[in-house]
């Protein structure tokens, strides 16, 4: 019957326009979704959160984890390499515990350092910090995955990432 | 399964991470899963207590079977399959 054919088309057109709604819907979803990924912010300039950063980061690799790890301020100059830095300035603030790690089979920082490296984690040194904290790209240790980038890069790893740290 | 099963699994790739703190044993475990054929037995060894838990949850979330673990003397056996 006509009525009901009419009917039908607009149903169907509903149907339509609901599925391209729903389908756009997703896409902003997928979009906005966190990854797999983990980002860790990373200001301290002692040995133990440092190292601890470090752990966490390369314990999230065994999760098949992305993980980005973000320098600022004094956590920066944790990255410069002692072989490669003349004058002497913001040494990494001992623990007040005397660590026994080669004792108990842990790693050094640049064991850490090392293994993060070798496990893809990803390294990005604030910009401002460099200036701020008077550092030369040139005195950072060797790293394949270190960038340097600002806040807005900052927010983005934390929006895409699934988890994130700051310490 | 109890510790006369486990210890007559036939582990297809073992791995020694004895003598090594959080996070070498994980690490180790996820570098060599890759050399353990699928449906295969992994055996960690560790002596770090901790690698139980770890291992478990890391087992739970990456998709394969965490079978038990087993006391040495001074190290702990921790044994999957691996599933995937």
């Known amino acids: 019957m006509p009525t009901t054919g009419k009917a039908n088309m607009n149903d169907s057109q509903n149907n339509d326009q609901l599925l391209k709604d729903l389908l756009k819907r997703v896409e902003a979803l997928e979009r906005e979704a966190p990854k797999n990924q983990l980002t860790i912010g990373v200001m301290s300039g002692d040995l133990e959160r440092t190292m601890l950063a470090f752990i966490i980061a390369l314990g999230a690799t065994t999760f098949d984890m992305e993980v980005d790890m973000v320098?600022?301020?004094?956590?920066?100059?944790?990255?410069?390499?002692?072989?490669?830095?003349?004058?002497?300035?913001?040494?990494?603030?001992?623990?007040?515990?005397?660590?026994?790690?080669?004792g108990h089979g842990a790693m050094s920082l640049n064991d850490l350092i090392q293994l993060a490296a070798?496990?893809?984690?990803?390294?990005?040194?604030?910009?401002?910090?460099?200036?701020?904290?008077?550092?030369?790209?040139?005195?950072?240790?060797?790293?394949?995955?270190?960038?340097?980038?600002?806040?807005?890069?900052?927010?983005?790893?934390?929006g895409q990432s699934r988890q994130c740290w700051f310490m | 399964m109890n510790e006369s099963e486990l210890k007559a699994l036939n582990?297809?790739?073992?791995?020694?991470?004895?003598?090594?703190?959080?996070?070498?044993?994980?690490?180790?475990?996820?570098?060599?899963?890759?050399?353990?054929?699928?449906?295969?037995?992994?055996?960690?060894?560790?002596?770090?207590?901790g690698t139980m838990v770890d291992i478990q949850r890391w087992c739970k979330k990456m998709g394969h079977d965490y079978l038990g673990d087993v006391a040495n003397d001074g190290f702990w056996s921790v044994y999957l399959t691996r599933k995937v």
């Open chain 1, 118 to 158: 070798e496990s893809g984690v990803r390294i990005t040194i604030c910009n401002l910090s460099m200036d701020l904290m008077e550092l030369e790209r040139e005195e950072l240790i060797d790293y394949p995955n270190l960038t340097f980038a600002g806040v807005a890069a900052f927010i983005d790893l934390c």
């Open chain 1, 71 to 102: 320098f600022t301020l004094r956590a920066s100059a944790t990255l410069r390499d002692p072989k490669k830095v003349h004058k002497d300035l913001h040494e990494l603030e001992p623990s007040p515990i005397k660590f026994d790690l080669e």
């Open chain 2, 11 to 49: 582990v297809a790739k073992l791995i020694d991470a004895r003598g090594t703190a959080c996070p070498g044993p994980m690490l180790e475990a996820k570098r060599a899963i890759g050399d353990c054929p699928v449906g295969g037995v992994m055996e960690v060894q560790s002596s770090d207590s």
